[in-house]
């Protein structure tokens, strides 16, 4: 079962029936900072860095506290949630999340194959929230899957800004799901999650709210 949705999640998560999805893995819009500027007037900064806080995403306004505590409702007991994050938004992400009842397992590091430019650190990696909800549930992958997991970046032909590798969702479904299970995605993007999803033979749920990206999961996923 693959269930591709175009609307608020807000809106449409209501109908999804309490405790009924086996696993969240989720990329939501937050804001995005460069850690540079872009005016030119100090020559020793790297190209490319754009000055403070960054807007991605058409649909950018959604507070972390009112998605955060549907999917702590609609999670089945002793499940998994993944959702991406940046240093950021981290401390927020992690006080609602446990506003709304969730554990944290463990904070996960992608490590990417290149960096975006800062005059601080340049920043080759993105974290990743493991969280739980109710008791804790090992990963599948028991004794062989560390914190920090090196998957190559999409470079130079993404559909989407901040698409991930579908190799890299895998990854995260294998260890938190099981075969013929209900995999959530409420921020999908390009559809890179549903890929995954239906290639390790799991149902899915997607929800986009800008048209562009839905009709392009929806041909990545449906479509092939």
């Not at 999804?16 to 007037?41: A, F, H, R």
């Not at 020793?44 to 806080?53: A, E, Q, S, V, W």
């Amino acid at each position: 079962m693959i269930e591709l949705l175009n609307g608020d999640c807000l809106e449409l998560m209501k109908d999804i029936p309490e405790g009924s999805v086996d696993s969240v893995l989720t990329d939501p819009p937050y804001k995005t900072i460069t850690g540079g500027d872009s005016n030119g007037q100090n020559s020793t900064r790297p190209k490319g860095m754009l000055k403070g806080n960054r807007k991605l995403f058409k649909y950018q306004k959604v507070k972390i506290s009112d998605w955060m505590s549907i999917l702590y409702r609609i999670l089945k007991e002793g499940s998994h949630c993944y959702t991406f994050t940046n240093s950021l938004n981290m401390e927020k992400m992690l006080v609602e999340s446990r506003k709304s009842g969730f554990k944290l397992h463990n904070i996960l590091t992608w490590e990417k194959n290149n960096c975006t430019p800062s005059q601080y650190y340049m920043k080759n990696c993105e974290y990743i929230l493991f969280l739980r909800k109710g008791k804790a549930k090992w990963i599948n992958d028991i004794g062989g899957s560390k914190t920090v997991h090196r998957f190559d970046n999409i470079i130079g032909n993404k559909v989407h800004p901040t698409e991930k590798p579908v190799d890299l969702l895998e990854f995260y479904i294998r260890n938190s799901s099981s075969n013929g299970d209900l995999v959530l995605d409420p921020f999908m993007g390009s559809g890179s999650t549903g890929v995954a999803c239906k290639n390790l033979n799991r149902n899915f749920i997607g929800i986009e709210l800008d048209k562009k990206y839905y009709d392009i999961a929806v041909n990545r996923i449906l479509g092939e």
